[in-house]
Structure formats: structure tokens, C-alpha cells
């Protein structure tokens, strides 16, 4: 969120950001565990952490398109919104290029002092929290 726009809003805490992070990738392992079996997920020097990997990138990417957040965002009462604070539907290629980003690590570790890390930034897009959701798509 640009600092000069006059509608300001706070984004939410990296506590419940990371906790987010943590229900969502213990759902996708659950999921792929469920598809490929415990033997193949188990298996030394398999893939299996890689399909984890994309499960979350569409899960993370396809929920938020929908649904305003992950999984892990809805449940943490987080949601995603663009940054601008005017509610409109996001690009569906922008979050999926926004979740390879969190998956690389590194830009969700660069941020500013308004709380969007690099992949919100460029994204165009802020995570805040369900209250703060609720009062932008009633204005």
C-alpha cells in the first residue's frame, strides 16, 4: 500500500502470517500424502517435497483468486486485498506469480515498514486481517 493513499490500512501481523503459512503447507502435505501414499511420500531422495511445493503454489494462488486468501489465511482470519484499499477481483496471474514468490523464500523476507513484503508489493496487493477486509469491500 502506497503511504500516500488516503485510505490507509494496517496490515496484519507476521505471527499470524506465518501461521497461515504453516496450516497451509500441513494441509497440502496431508493432500499429497492422500494422493501418492505414505511409501512414495516417505521415499528418500523423492519428488515428493517439490509436489508439496506446487500444491501449495495452486492452492495458495486459486483460493486467493476465490476467496480473498489461502486456506491457511481464512482459517488465521487473514485475507488478500489490493493494495490500493479499493476492493476489485485480483489478476489470477498476478497471485500465481505472487505464491512463486513466497515459495522462493526470500521476497516474503524483504519488506517495508508498512508490512508488504516484496511478493505483496509487486503483486500489487496487501495481507490484512478479516476486519479490515470486511470494512473494504462495504465501501
Known sequence: MDPATKDAFETASW???????IVDW?????AVVA????????EQGGT????????????????TWLLAGSF???VTGLRVVPAGGVWRP???????ARQVLVALVIPPLVFRPDGRG??????GTATVTKATYTSLIRS
Do not use: W
Open 15 to 21: 505471527g499470524r502470517r506465518v501461521l497461515a503459512l
Open 72 to 74: 491457511g489465511k481464512l
Open 48 to 63: 515428493s517435497g517439490f509436489i508439496v511445493l506446487g500444491a501449495y503454489v495452486l492452492e495458495a494462488a486459486v483460493f
Open 118 to 123: 516484496l511478493h505483496d508489493m509487486l503483486a
Open 35 to 42: 494422493i501418492i501414499g505414505t511409501e512414495q511420500y516417505g
Open 26 to 30: 500441513a494441509v497440502c502435505t496431508l
Open 90 to 96: 485480483i489478476n489470477p496471474l498476478r497471485l500465481l
